[in-house]
């Protein structure tokens, strides 16, 4: 497996991927398309034999940054991709002279909960009844 940084080509794929995950963002390619040509976005891919099989989208600023999308194939869940894209983003960030990131991760999504917590973040807060099925978001951080 390798990461590379995304580029405009990958949104068509990114939105497949990102439409069968159920909790992430579900952006459309447009919406890719349109995060891929911001400069203050972060996209990495994980690629696997030449698929991409995940993606990590970080946006900020000023050392400020926000986790804002990841999502692992199916196929692929449990095999460590998804820490992997965490940590790369984390290391490109703290190059950068980042200084904190934040998330939000809903309260029923518990494996990606335990993934934030392995890579270090912790619950800064809560958010009450945020996402569309009413379940809350919890608000992680970690200082880099």
């Known amino acids: 497996m390798k990461i590379i ?5 990958c949104a068509q794929v990114l939105a497949q991927l990102d439409e069968k995950r159920p909790f992430s963002a579900h952006w459309s390619v447009q919406a890719w398309q349109g995060e891929l040509a911001q400069t203050a976005a972060h996209i990495w ?6 698929k991409l099989v995940g ?5 900020g600023a000023a050392g400020q ?8 194939a199916e196929s692929q869940s449990r095999r460590g991709i998804g820490f992997s894209l965490v940590q790369r983003a984390l290391q490109e960030l703290q190059q950068t002279g980042a200084e904190r990131i934040t998330l939000e991760v ?7 909960q335990a993934l934030y ?3 270090g973040f912790s ?4 958010r009450k009844h945020f996402y569309a099925d009413g379940s809350d978001a919890l608000i992680m951080g970690k200082d880099l």
């Open 106 to 112: 809903s309260t029923a999504n518990l494996p990606a």
């Open 5 to 9: 940084a995304a580029v405009p080509a």
């Open 55 to 59: 993606f990590i989208a970080v946006r």
């Open 45 to 50: 891919c994980a690629k696997d034999r030449g």
């Open 117 to 119: 917590q392995k890579a």
């Open 65 to 72: 940054y926000e986790l804002l999308n990841l999502a692992v």
């Open 123 to 126: 619950v800064w807060g809560i």
